[in-house]
T-cell receptor, first 119, second 111 residues
Framework: DAGITQSPRHKVTETGTPVTLRCHQT?????MYWYRQDPGHGLRLIHY???????DKGEVSDGYSVSRSKTEDFLLTLESATSSQTSVYFC??????????????????FGPGTRLTVL | RKEVEQDPGPFNVPEGATVAFNCTYS??????FFWYRQDCRKEPKLLMS???SGNEDGRFTAQLNRASQYISLLIRDSKLSDSATYLC????????????FGGGTRLMVKP
């Protein structure tokens, strides 16, 4: 299994509080991603990073910010959590982010997930 | 219309059966295709990449039909342990490095 950990694994918080989720990898992969998974919506990309301090928005980035100060860590922050952000959050890593290097470089490997409940 | 569509199922099949899932995608400018498997309350795990010529991995066969814009997954000799949700995933050319996921097809293999 790819070396990806997420912390915390479960969190319950109240509306309006800040929350930070951490993704840590030991694979030295360049690309890291944050997704959320909700019933009826499947997996949706929040933000991704293509290198240290290089990040970009995904499909559902409103209300979220990210930071990547080291190759191995990618943080997802909810500045002021809302009940609509109750979800399961998955981090993923990839050696490459698309392009023509071959399928094996585009494959993404997921962390175990964080279940976040905002009351 | 969603960019990647799957029949949500569930597909209920007996052990030993052969079952096939299709996945259609809306954008012909697509780059890469994958099947992921997700067990209940677990993370998605890569099952197999889908190559243009089709590929097989044990009991699993993946096919790509670019003309009709679909990919398929065939599972032969189903096992109880194959029960899971199967996610179709596409990387579109105009989406850089973003994966687009289908909603998943749930498979339940019964004794």
């Amino acid at each position: 299994d790819a070396g990806i950990t997420q912390s915390p694994r479960h969190k319950v918080t109240e509306t309006g509080t800040p929350v930070t989720l951490r993704c840590h990898q030991t694979e030295n992969h360049r690309y890291m991603y944050w997704y959320r998974q909700d019933p009826g919506h499947g997996l949706r990309l929040i933000h991704y990073s293509y290198g240290v301090k290089d990040t970009d928005k995904g499909e559902v980035s409103d209300g979220y910010s990210v930071s990547r100060s080291k190759t191995e860590d990618f943080l997802l922050t909810l500045e002021s959590a809302t009940s609509s952000q109750t979800s399961v959050y998955f981090c993923a890593i990839s050696p490459a982010g698309g392009g023509s290097r071959g399928l094996q470089y585009n494959e993404q490997f997921f962390g175990p997930g964080t279940r976040l409940t905002v009351l | 219309r969603k960019e990647v569509e799957q029949d949500p199922g569930p597909f209920n099949v007996p052990e030993g059966a052969t079952v096939a899932f299709n996945c259609t995608y809306s954008n012909s400018a697509s780059q890469s295709f994958f099947w992921y498997r997700q067990d209940c309350r677990k993370e998605p795990k890569l099952l197999m990449s889908v190559y243009s010529s089709g590929n097989e991995d044990g009991r699993f066969t993946a096919q790509l039909n670019r003309a009709s814009q679909y990919i398929s997954l065939l599972i032969r000799d189903s096992k109880l342990s194959d029960s899971a949700t199967y996610l179709c995933v596409v990387i579109f050319n105009n989406a850089g490095n973003m994966l687009t996921f289908g909603g998943g097809t749930r498979l339940m293999v019964k004794p």
